[in-house]
């Protein structure tokens, strides 16, 4: 009980900080703009109006993976230049509890620039906004969230000991929207796809959240097999994150040397 | 168990690599083997020369770094296999004005890490209260750190340190950047602390300050203890000196190094204070340098000359400069 009180209210306080930051701001409601436009141009072949609100829940997906991708990846780094991590650390809890909070925080703002590509996709190209199970969609964004904030524990612990994080982060955005089938269908993807997408929470995530705007299929058992997935991650990410805290203390990297 | 803090042969040595193109490892010793007790309830000084181990020597007792080799106890917890015993136990500050959420209120960050160990809920706003208006920071709790002043930052800092009362408290320069009427709101603050049973170990470069708290120091330079004690016992190691301070306008290194060189003389240093320069020169009890001194001084506009007892300070310089390091600087 009051551990989820303390994830809860730590998520809430990262989330202040997040949304603080003027460059992340304007990075959630302008780049979700383009994502509209694309998601717009590639679809407008298609007849149905149907598609396009697909299309536009699937770009602010992407959106969230970004957040979660760019924040948690670089989670403990950015924790680590405020000086802060020392700190977090300090605390007695196991390392993943003090992280966990951060990498939530992470996809919890990544829907700001998910509401705002539903925004432009109304106001701008008039996408009609009718869900199809409203109920199930109300459920399975927030549980998706859930998820990717687990999932982003897993990245955080591990690309602290990578040493090109970087460079790992930005190749790794484009091919999971795709693997994912955030952006097209998994169905026109080429075969080998299926496996990597099949154990990667982000595509069972966006499954269910399609699932609940379109009404194509049952939204639970994608939403069980996301949250199933997640927790394997944090499970892991844990893990890891002991790993690396004890790590960091040997070879003294807590502190901004 | 009256132990609040127990290190025997400490030891960290940090493995760095310098160079891009051709990486080279570079290692550096910089604690060689610290043995410390420190009892409850005692105020404890570091003391030394920047770079001396002491940062290193605070972050293995509170768990931020693994020993090289050794071990340490604080509360009778082993700091490597018990960190979360330790953890709970501990509170953290260090000078300087990072380390907070700056976008931010300084209440929200104190509740942030009020949370995180685990102070009951009920109990969360009165201890914020009195921490706030112990640091004086009451009325502006609500505005956004990154528009406090380095001070205000610093007592955040300490504010947040004494969240979950802790049995011992490391303080690694609490008092920089912190004005002279704080800094005294400060001392008054530790000491109560350490008169209401809280554990102490403090590092500070300001010697009326360690002299004013501290029940016990230890001088440390190169990573080892060079001498431990009260201060009344430390002020020993300038015993058989006398000191000679000069107030003077435009010495230069020459002189200053001609003046090192008399006989009798054991150290000579100059201070900037205000727009004048002191001249402190320790010398052997028996010899009386004065003349020589001012000889050496000749042409320089002097102010006022005063011969005095060794203070603390003084002591310090002699122990530092005696250390091997000191001496090979
Ligand atoms: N993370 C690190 N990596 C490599 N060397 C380090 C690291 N931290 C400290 N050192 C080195 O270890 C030595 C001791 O540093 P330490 O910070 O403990 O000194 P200190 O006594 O706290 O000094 P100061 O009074 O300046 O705070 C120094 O030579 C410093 O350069
Ligand atoms: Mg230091």
Redesign the pocket.
Known sequence: MSVLRLIGRATLLHVKQLSRSQFEIATALFVPLVQATLAVYLFRAGTEPHRLLEAAVGAGMMAVWSSVLFGSGGAIQNQRWQGTLEMLMLAPRPPALLVFPITLATAVTGTYAMIATLLWGGLVYRIPLDVADPLAFAVSVPAAILGLGMFGLLLASTFVLLPNANAINNTLEYPIWLVSGMLVPITVLPGWTGPVGAVLPTTWASRAVRESVTGSGPVWPSLGVCLALSLGCLVAGALVMSYVERRARANATLALA | MALAIEARDLRRTYRTRTGWLNPRRLELDAVRGVDLDVRRGELFGLLGP???G???T?KMLNTLLIPTSGSARVCGFDVVSQTREVRRRIGYV??GDRGLYDRLSALDNLRYFAELYGVPAARQKRRIGELLELVGLTGRERERVEGYSRGMRQRLHIARGLLHEPEVLFL??PSIGVDPVAARELRNTVAGLAATGTTVLL?THYMAEAEELCDRIAVIAGGEIQALGTPDELKHHAEGRRVLEVQAFGVSDAQLARIDGLPGVREASVDVVGTAQLVTVQSDATVDVQADVLRLLDGVRLGRVTARQPTLEDAYVAIVGRSPVGAAA
């Open positions: 920047n770079g001396a002491k940062t290193t605070i260090f000078g690694d320069e590092t």
